[in-house]
T-cell receptor, first 109, second 114 residues
Framework: GQNIDQPTEMTATEGAIVQINCTYQ??????LFWYQQHAGEAPTFLSY??LDGLEEKGRFSSFLSRSKGYSYLLLKELQMKDSASYLC??????????WGAGTKLIIKP | DADVTQTPRNRITKTGKRIMLECSQT?????MYWYRQDPGLGLRLIYY???????NKGEISDGYSVSRQAQAKFSLSLESAIPNQTALYFC?????????????FGEGSRLTVL
């Protein structure tokens, strides 16, 4: 079956750096998304990776290794507003989107 | 105003009742999706539509039906609601294929079936 694994919950300190990992086993690969979802709200797009390497966008960066079935989202200079769930999703060979359960990130002052 | 609008935002109903969740979008996207989200689980696809004449089942379509009334409107129906359909439902749109564009989500419809 297809599977995406993310830690259920992480805690970090305001101003610090946190890395949220995502590993996947899917039938094929056509890209990987990261979304942010604040409690009770809609997911919003953060990043898209289809080639290996690091994509940087302001305080957020996303890394992909297709050979390892692995991605991470790196958040720098954490702010309280970064407290949210972070969802990893993979496009499989049938162009279906497979979602992880999400990582709840708690930021402490 | 939101680009993807869902109504109702919250609904409490009883087992056996028919429920319709509506979604409308002003983004001009052809592709529309209905997902449900449950605690501890990833988003699961119920139905999707690539244009007005195209309807496709997702991984959990049993107990649900959809209607694509126009490019901008995609509604989800529960013909006879049951308690395990209690969840947060999201409508989403995308332009072209997922490999060229991300999903845009509505604000969600929280459904409780008693």
């Amino acid at each position: 079956g297809q599977n995406i694994d993310q830690p259920t919950e992480m805690t970090a300190t305001e101003g610090a750096i946190v890395q949220i990992n995502c590993t996947y086993q899917t039938s094929g690969f056509n890209g990987l998304f990261w979304y942010q979802q604040h409690a009770g709200e809609a997911p919003t797009f953060l990043s898209y990776n289809v080639l290996d390497g690091l994509e940087e966008k302001g305080r957020f960066s996303s890394f992909l290794s297709r050979s390892k079935g692995y991605s991470y989202l790196l958040l720098k200079e954490l702010q309280m507003k970064d407290s949210a769930s972070y969802l990893c999703a993979v496009i499989d060979s049938n162009y279906q989107l497979i979602w992880g359960a999400g990582t709840k990130l708690i930021i402490k002052p | 105003d939101a680009d993807v609008t869902q109504t109702p935002r919250n609904r409490i109903t009883k087992t056996g009742k028919r429920i319709m969740l509506e979604c409308s979008q002003t983004k001009g996207h052809d592709r529309m999706y209905w997902y449900r989200q449950d605690p501890g689980l990833g988003l699961r696809l119920i139905y999707y539509s690539f244009d007005v004449k195209d309807i496709n089942k997702g991984e959990i379509s049993d107990g649900y039906s959809v209607s694509r009334q126009a490019q901008a409107k995609f509604s989800l129906s529960l013909e006879s609601a049951i308690p395990n359909q209690t969840a947060l439902y999201f409508c989403a749109t995308s332009d072209l294929s997922l490999s060229t564009g991300e999903l845009f989500f509505g604000e969600g419809s929280r459904l409780t079936v008693l």
